[in-house]
């Protein structure tokens, strides 16, 4: 891993822990790891931490196993990570609110692709859809378009 890297797993980490408020032992515990691997980890001592520690701690703390792997360099053919995960892998220098802003065009196609799919997101009332009432409702949702060139 590199500093960066290490830096992002130690963060992902401890702040989902705090979000469950579960102790580094409590985790290890449920993991089936050892509390001091487990620490240790999370400190960033060990600078390549075997995949099935990751996989037990990320399982326990409800993190994916590909967005812990996109976190820390790995990446595996059979799965991908969440689009925030995944850019950040991918461009390491791309600044966060350009990350934000992919996200959000991309999950506006997803929306656009479900509505001409007939899915109103499986809703009861199939004519009425909670995200773009929600939207039309708080305009402030949509970022502004910029122009863009080729």
């Not at 401890?14 to 487990?38: C, F, I, M, Q």
């Not at 196993?65 to 220098?93: C, H, I």
């Not at 959000?104 to 199939?126: C, F, K, M, N, W």
């Amino acid at each position: 891993m590199t500093p960066d890297q290490t830096v992002k797993l130690i963060n992902l980490l401890k702040a989902r822990r705090s979000e469950l408020h579960l102790s580094v032992n409590e985790v290890a515990r449920r993991a089936d790891v050892d509390p001091g691997t487990a620490w240790r980890i999370e400190q960033g001592q060990i600078g390549k931490p075997r995949a099935e520690s990751l996989i037990a701690i990320g399982s326990v703390l409800g993190i994916s196993a590909m967005d812990l792997f996109a976190t820390v360099g790995w990446l595996t053919a059979d799965e991908l990570p969440s689009l925030g995960a995944y850019l950040d892998a991918k461009y390491p220098n791309l600044p966060e609110p350009v990350s934000k802003h992919i996200e959000h065009h991309v999950e506006q196609i997803l929306h656009a692709y479900s509505h001409s799919t007939g899915d109103r997101h499986h809703t009861d009332t199939p004519s009425t859809c909670p995200w773009c009432t929600d939207h039309q409702r708080h305009p402030s949702h949509q970022p502004k378009e910029q122009p863009h060139e080729p």
